[in-house]
């Protein structure tokens, strides 16, 4: 599978690798040109390995066995073919050359981790040591010992390395930046293409001179002088470096190392001492070349990374600065349009609308082919305005595209785009780290742009807030006065003035004391308590008249002090609610003396007409017994007239009962008393039952006992069996329940009858109280009854409910405590008696 891969990547690049073995080749010659004319013929430097490297470094590692496979065999060709050398010797050089760069690269790229573009002089470091230095030791100990086996036997092993090492080591570091920096092309002004002309120029011409000194034996002065030029000449090389950087400094080597190794191969130049052998005068000429391009690329990598950081710098200036001056979507567009072309060829800034995926383009500027692929599909209207304006630079679609979040603490606020179309122009780290940082400044101009707009909502609607409060303030009945802790009042409204009759005086910064000497307490209190003080009356004069306010004294707290900083004063008038009180009082005086006397009245009557009915009653009795066996008609007659005396003594004893009731002399005399026995008996016995009505019992086996008065419980029993039957129509069927619910038995009376309105079923047991819904001359009494029930039964401890359905009927039920004994006792057992009232 990897060989089918290799195959269709060779192919497909096959054009590409005859160009780089036929630059290969190129290179070769030249360097072949550059010797010494001793028999080894030892090399200055060989071209073709800064080339190779400069190819593996700007290429992908896929595309390196290509590469290799072309130098190889180029080596490999060149050596046998073109020098006539022997197969193993051009193998073993074909191998070292085709090793070297592919250890450099490996170790330049490992250890770098970005695109080398030699703009930092760590890369230059890394570019000698381990790009030049350390793979020319590897490929010169095969090369080395390849020479000295096929080669020259007689010339040292040691030599050969040395020579291999330093002349491949030197093509890197003269060669290798020239084809690291040159592609593609920059752009340069005319000027500044004269200037670079005129420079070289320059160093061609003095470089000529001074190595095309010949070598005769006891020359010194010119040599001497030579040497003087050649070190003067350095300030060309920071010449070229200040201005042209490493492209420039690469250049002006490469053009003085040509000269040079051209003029010493013919035994010329400064080095050629008569005391020096031929490959001494070679080590010196490759030193110097050597030191002289490392310490100018050295500066010229310092230069560009100083002048990157103050164009970063500058950059982040003019954005801040941009960024401070608006807080709209102008100011991104006009940072977009300062990044572009100093960081990227376009720039795209983009906000969030709705979604995390719906931008809106709000800062577009760059080539026209580089802004459609950063903006959106659809780009709003302005943005494509700014599209159709754009300079079309004639870019190619391709590049680098860097995309950064604008977010603020995880909230995606917007984007920030940025792309590159000129070849080789990557975003480098430090470029991600400026792109990065102007994405923050960004995102904090959006952000603070965002508080803004918070900001000032917030404080409009503070405003009107306070607009409305002080509209409700000095529009209120109810009087507001603020005092601080000193008790100088802050504001009052015109309702506090007027309540206190103060008229239109200005209380702002006046103590209290003057204002109204009865607050101090008040305000003093509240302070020193921190809680308010509610319900104070005050009396004023106000405008000639008497006033009644009630004022209330509250603490004001910050929303995170404990302290109070002041004291609320609220004063509203109660002067018509005192008149309103008092008149209530009069009235309800009044009113229960009505009561009173009409009570008495009442009970006086009660007493009054009690007296003659009894021996009425009496006497009526005798009558009808002396009747019933000789005129059963005028007994039956008078059987009807003692009914209606029987009726008219409840009354009676109603009215007389009530009146205890109100006065509390309802006598009560408790005893242990057999509520199944009485319940089942007092039903039984009840004469108004007669044919017309039914009763059903479930009353149970079990007896149970209560504390009580028998009789007060039979007259609740009865009652309510009397009203069941009033309320009942005929045929009816009464049903009476009793039943034991934990600690209480259940006694329930139900009736079909009409039924109780929900409303009124409340006031059922309310003294005098009669249903709407039925009428007084169909069902007669004073509606004293229930009342009466219901006093008996909370007299015992008890109590009593009704629950009724309109038309079904209704059920009155009521509940006593249970009697809790060792022993059930019995009617005969001597029980203490006991009287409450």
């Not at 002089?121 to 000698?128: D, G, S, T």
């Not at 300079?391 to 785009?417: E, F, I, K, N």
């Not at 242990?672 to 009763?695: C, D, I, K, N, Y």
């Given at each position: ?235 060309f090389f920071v010449w070229a470096a200040l201005r042209f950087g490493v492209l420039g400094v690469s250049t002006a080597t490469g053009v003085l190392a040509l000269i040079a190794g051209w003029n010493a191969g013919r035994g010329q130049g400064p080095f050629q001492l008569s005391a020096a052998t031929p490959h001494e005068a070679l080590v010196a000429t490759q030193a110097l070349l050597a030191v002289l391009s490392i310490l100018t690329l050295m500066l010229a990598a310092a230069l560009r990374e100083r002048r ?16 401070a001056e608006s807080l709209d979507d102008r100011a991104l567009a006009r940072v977009a349009r300062r990044v572009v072309p100093e960081l990227a060829d376009a720039c795209v800034l983009s906000l969030r609308h709705g979604g995390p995926k719906e931008l809106v383009p709000v800062g577009v500027a760059g080539a026209r082919d580089a802004l459609e692929g950063l903006l959106p599909t659809h780009p709003p209207e302005t943005a494509r305005r700014t599209l159709a304006a754009a300079a079309d630079t004639g870019a190619p679609r391709g ?439």
């Amino acid at each position: 599978m990897a060989h089918g891969n290799f195959v269709r990547t060779a192919a497909r690049l096959l054009p590409r690798a005859v160009i780089v073995g036929l630059a290969y080749a190129t290179l070769a010659a030249l360097s072949d040109q550059y010797f010494y004319s001793d028999p080894a013929r030892f090399l200055a430097f060989w071209l073709p390995a800064g080339f190779t490297l400069a190819l593996l470094l700007r290429t992908p590692t896929r595309t390196w066995p290509v590469w290799l496979a072309a130098i190889f065999l180029a080596e490999t060709l060149i050596q046998i073919f073109l020098h006539g050398r022997p197969v193993g010797l051009s193998l073993a050089w074909a191998t070292a050359d085709s090793i070297e760069p592919l250890l450099g690269a490996s170790l330049m790229r490992t250890v770098l981790r970005r695109p080398v573009t030699l703009s930092h002089p760590r890369e230059v470091l890394a570019l000698v040591g381990l790009g030049a230095l350390l793979p020319a030791m590897v490929s010169g100990l095969l090369a080395g010992a390849a020479a000295a086996r096929w080669l020259a036997p007689d010339v040292p092993f040691l030599t050969w390395w040395t020579s291999w090492w330093l002349g491949d080591a030197l093509g890197v570091v003269l060669v290798g930046p020239f084809f690291l920096t040159a592609f593609p092309f920059p752009r340069l002004h005319v000027w500044r293409r004269v200037e670079a002309a005129v420079l070289l120029l320059l160093i061609a011409v003095l470089s000529h001179w001074v190595f095309h000194i010949p070598s005769v034996h006891g020359a010194r002065g010119p040599m001497t002088t030579g040497f003087i030029v050649l070190y003067a000449a350095f300030g060309f090389f920071v010449w070229a470096a200040l201005r042209f950087g490493v492209l420039g400094v690469s250049t002006a080597t490469g053009v003085l190392a040509l000269i040079a190794g051209w003029n010493a191969g013919r035994g010329q130049g400064p080095f050629q001492l008569s005391a020096a052998t031929p490959h001494e005068a070679l080590v010196a000429t490759q030193a110097l070349l050597a030191v002289l391009s490392i310490l100018t690329l050295m500066l010229a990598a310092a230069l560009r990374e100083r002048r990157r950081v103050e164009r970063g710098q500058r950059l982040l200036a003019d954005a801040s600065a941009i960024l401070a001056e608006s807080l709209d979507d102008r100011a991104l567009a006009r940072v977009a349009r300062r990044v572009v072309p100093e960081l990227a060829d376009a720039c795209v800034l983009s906000l969030r609308h709705g979604g995390p995926k719906e931008l809106v383009p709000v800062g577009v500027a760059g080539a026209r082919d580089a802004l459609e692929g950063l903006l959106p599909t659809h780009p709003p209207e302005t943005a494509r305005r700014t599209l159709a304006a754009a300079a079309d630079t004639g870019a190619p679609r391709g590049g680098v595209q860097l995309t950064l979040p604008l977010d603020s603490q995880g909230h995606l606020l917007g984007q920030l785009a940025l792309f590159r179309t000129r070849p080789g122009r990557t975003f480098e780290r430090e470029d991600r780290a400026l792109a990065e940082e102007l994405a923050r400044r960004c995102s904090l101009m959006i952000e603070r742009a965002q508080l803004h707009d918070q900001l000032e909502g917030a404080v409009r609607r503070a405003r009107e807030s306070l607009a409305q409060l002080d509209t409700v303030l000095q529009t209120a009945l109810i009087g507001f006065a603020f005092f601080d802790s000193d008790l100088k009042c802050l504001r009052a409204n015109a309702a506090f003035l007027h309540l206190l009759g103060l008229g239109e005086t200005r209380l702002t910064e006046r103590p209290a004391a003057d204002i109204c000497s009865d607050l101090v307490p008040l305000l003093r209190r509240t302070l020193q308590l921190g809680a308010p003080v509610t319900g104070w009356e005050l009396e004023r004069r106000s405008f000639g008249e008497e006033r009644h306010l009630l004022a209330s004294v509250f603490p004001m707290r910050s929303a995170e002090g404990l302290v109070p900083f002041g004291a609320g004063v609220l004063v509203h008038d109660i002067t018509d609610r005192k008149r309103v009180e008092g008149v209530h009082t009069r009235l309800l005086r009044e009113a229960r003396t009505a009561i009173r006397a009409r009570d008495e009245f009442l009970t006086l009557a009660a007493h009054e007409l009690k007296t003659p009915l009894t021996p009425l009653a009496i006497r009526m009795e005798s009558l009808a017994s002396r009747l019933r066996s000789d005129h059963p008609a005028e007994a039956r007659t008078l059987e009807g007239l003692r009914s209606h005396v029987r009726r008219l003594q409840r009354l009676i004893e109603h009215l007389l009962e009530a009146a205890q009731v109100d006065t509390g002399q309802l006598s009560i005399r408790l005893a242990p008393v057999a509520l199944h026995s009485m319940v089942r008996s007092t039903a039984s016995s009840f004469s108004r039952l007669g044919a017309s009505h039914g009763l059903d019992m479930e009353t149970g086996g079990r007896e149970v006992w209560v504390l009580g008065d028998r009789l007060r419980l039979e007259e609740v029993l009865l009652t309510l069996l009397e009203n069941a039957v009033k309320y009942s129509p005929e045929g009816g069927t009464l049903r009476v329940t009793l039943d034991v619910a934990g600690d209480e038995v259940h006694v329930s009376v139900s009736d079909p009858g009409v039924g109780i309105p929900p409303e009124q079923r409340e006031h059922v047991f309310d003294r005098y109280f009669r249903g709407s819904n039925t009428p007084v001359q169909s069902y007669g009494g004073l509606g004293l009854g229930l009342y009466l029930c219901r006093n008996i039964l909370e007299s015992h401890g008890g109590r009593i409910w009704v629950d009724s359905e309109m038309g079904r009927g209704s059920t009155f039920t009521f509940a006593l405590p249970l009697l809790r004994a060792t022993r059930a006792p019995t009617e005969h057992d001597a029980v203490e008696a006991h009287w409450a009232s």
